[in-house]
């Protein structure tokens, strides 16, 4: 099946010029090529149309969680018949395995699994396995992180169709082996059920159940089934179960890795010895001889993932197999903020490493442990083919590879320009300040300000509140969560002007922002370089009276060159909307983030209770319950905002109910 894009919209502006420009670019056999396309300016709808044309199995890599979902969720939209799927990091909280030697501490490994999150990343590599082609993954870096081997993955896959003569008891056998549990009860995602001679298989992912019945070892039928009635659903042909893990492998491979293992820990045991250090070879001799009684026992072991070369059936210091294995040849890379995300897949192998590294030295972990890695970044260029790199503002890596093939988009579907940057005296700046931001109060615009260090922001952020400024400030230090809740807020009007250091530049959508300042913009440095100075200012680039004021004791050479660079833009744009008779309007946002799982519809009651006074006790804490099974299901779909939103509502109820 082909992609095919889905949306009320054509290509307007700079857009069908970059789409042109992007194909006839990769036409020619050049395989790298750069959007460099203004905030606003609709570059992934740029994306959705080179997709549509090249028609290949496509990755998007993300440098964060939530611009990726942001990037899954509009993708969905725009190819709603052709499979977009997610893949980012499954864990809620992750405390690696390391050892601290200055202080002789050392630290297990602690995690919690999102289960939701996992069962897309099955379903990611299993469409990847399936043969389509029409295929769109949306990824963040833990895609160069490392899995199963794709042979196993696909070796362990099991594929029936009626009329198959195969033994019923060994379907169970590679039920077990895929990892599947037996139950005798309720069916739920990665078991299966026997009742004679009908099997009920319930997948890992996607929440699908098949039936399976036979007439002594010919499969005589296969149904889609509802896994709580049992009614069928549909008559299918032919059915595949893919395994309910990416770590699956064979019984031989198994067999294969214990020896191995049991052969390096007799070397690295030895080695210990001769080098005079008893308590470390004592210490890898009793882990790893405990870790392999719980594989030959259960298949398993904490930890296991560090004899994943043995089980992968690969050689010492070879990358591990990675996301990036499961595409064709000829898939398309894209991206996205890769002034951002390319330095950091440079930066994921350095901090691996350097981990590994003390648990190997001090006996804790054998040294294939070094082998449990992501790709480093040589490795990562070599499995990457035809790529496109999107950013408002590429760095010098994307556009050497290239080769000068930089495609620029910088008029906006809204016909909005960029906005002005003005340099004014530091002298009295936070009083010449007080006197911008009480304009944009009066006409209910919102304020970003952004300061060099983190003190300077909350100190800033105290004196505002002195002179009855409603504000808030935003830096690593506060919650994830939190930070989310804090935009929300901004966005709602509960403050007016907020106060950060980087404040997440790419990405962050705030139409309601009419005012950027840059204090400190003369101090040059990375927080103030012309990439850092355009992003900062492209927060402003969604209003119509978008402003950016630089408050500086000197013109640096940064700042002149960001100016230049603006005005640059806005005569561009300007004389665009003069040719083509357009008007600026102001660009619009929804207000909560776009679900990623189908859900049912999630109903905010709990302001309009809470306004039927009074309540009784038996009343409220039935409302949390509600409010409660509310909060679980909006986190469960990924819409992290309107789970926040639960949250607060919940302990405003458990205070009342307190009261």
Do not use: W
Not at 417 to 440: F, K, M, W
Not at 611 to 633: G, N, V
Request: with cysteine.
């Amino acid at each position: 099946m082909s992609f095919k894009l889905t949306s009320q919209y054509s290509p307007t502006g700079d857009q069908p010029q970059a789409i042109e420009q992007i194909l006839k670019t990769f036409g020619g056999g050049v395989d790298c090529c750069t959007l460099q396309g203004v905030t606003g300016s609709g570059k992934t709808f740029t994306m959705a149309n080179v997709i549509e044309a090249l028609d290949r199995p496509t990755l998007v890599l993300s440098h964060n969680k939530t611009l990726a979902a942001q990037l899954y969720g509009e993708f969905r939209n725009f190819f709603p018949d052709n499979a977009v799927e997610y893949f980012v990091s499954y864990y809620d909280y992750y405390q690696p395995e390391a050892y601290l030697p200055a202080t002789d501490t050392y630290i297990e490994k602690d995690l919690s699994i999102n289960d939701e999150i996992e069962k897309m990343r099955l379903s990611t590599t299993a469409t990847l396995l399936s043969g389509r082609r029409d295929v769109i993954v949306v990824s963040s870096v833990s895609c160069l992180y490392g899995i199963g081997n794709p042979a196993d993955f696909h070796a362990n896959t099991l594929r029936l169709r009626v009329g198959q003569i195969i033994n019923h008891k060994q379907i169970l056998y590679r039920l077990v082996e895929a990892l599947y549990t037996r139950t005798e009860i309720e069916l739920t995602p990665a078991t299966f059920r026997v009742k004679g001679e009908t099997i009920d298989v319930m997948s890992a992912f996607g929440g699908k159940c098949y039936r399976i019945l036979f007439f002594d070892d010919e499969i005589e039928a296969i149904y889609s089934i509802d896994p709580m009635s049992g009614h069928r659903l549909e008559t299918l042909e032919e059915v595949s179960i893919f395994p309910a893990n990416l770590f699956v492998t064979t019984k031989e491979r198994i067999a294969q890795a214990v020896s191995q293992i049991y052969v390096d820990m007799g070397k690295q045991v030895a080695f210990f010895e001769r080098e005079s250090r008893p308590v470390e070879a004592k210490r890898i001799q009793q882990r790893t001889e405990y870790d392999l009684e719980m594989i030959k026992e259960l298949g398993y072991c904490p930890g296991i993932e560090n004899y994943s070369r043995y089980f992968d059936g690969r050689q010492a210091g070879t990358r591990p197999f990675c996301l990036l294995d499961y595409f064709p040849e000829d898939f398309l890379l894209i991206v996205d903020e890769s002034h951002v995300t390319i330095p950091q897949v440079r930066a994921m192998f350095g901090g691996d490493k350097a981990r590994k590294e003390n648990l190997v030295e001090y006996g804790f972990r054998l040294p294939a442990a070094r082998d449990n890695r992501p790709l480093r970044f040589e490795e990562f260029e070599a499995l990457t083919g035809t790529t496109l790199y999107v950013s408002a503002t590429p760095a010098d890596y994307e556009i050497v590879r290239s080769e000068g093939a930089v495609v620029e988009q910088i008029i906006r579907p809204t016909a909005l320009i960029d906005p002005p940057l003005e340099v004014r005296s530091s002298e009295n700046q936070i009083d010449d300040l007080i006197e911008e931001i009480n304009i944009r109060t009066e006409r209910d615009e919102k304020v970003i300000v952004t300061t060099l260090t983190k003190r300077s922001a909350e100190e800033l952020a105290t004196y505002f509140e002195r002179m009855a400024i409603r504000c808030r400030y935003i830096h690593s230090d506060v919650d994830t969560l939190e930070r989310v809740q804090i935009l929300e807020d901004l966005r709602a009007g509960m403050f007016d002007v907020l106060i950060g250091v980087n404040l997440l530049r790419e990405g962050l959508d705030l139409p309601e922002v009419s005012l950027v300042v840059i204090i400190d913009a003369d101090m040059e440095g990375m927080l103030r370089n012309v990439r850092a100075i355009t992003q900062i200012a492209g927060r402003a680039a969604r209003h119509e009276n978008g402003l950016v004021i630089m408050y500086a004791g000197k013109v640096t050479k940064t700042m002149r060159t960001s100016i230049e660079e603006s005005n640059r833009r806005r005569y561009k744009q300007i004389r665009y909307n003069m040719e083509h008779s357009l008007l600026p309007r102001q660009a619009h946002k929804s207000g909560g983030a776009q679900p990623l799982l189908p859900q049912t519809p999630v109903v905010d009651s709990t302001t309009s209770l809470l306004s039927d006074t009074p309540q009784s006790p038996e009343q409220i804490r039935a409302l949390i319950a509600k409010t409660q099974a509310d909060m679980e299901r909006a986190a469960k779909s990924l819409d992290f905002l309107a789970a926040a939103r639960f949250r607060d509502q919940i302990q405003e109820l458990e205070r009342l109910l307190g009261n």
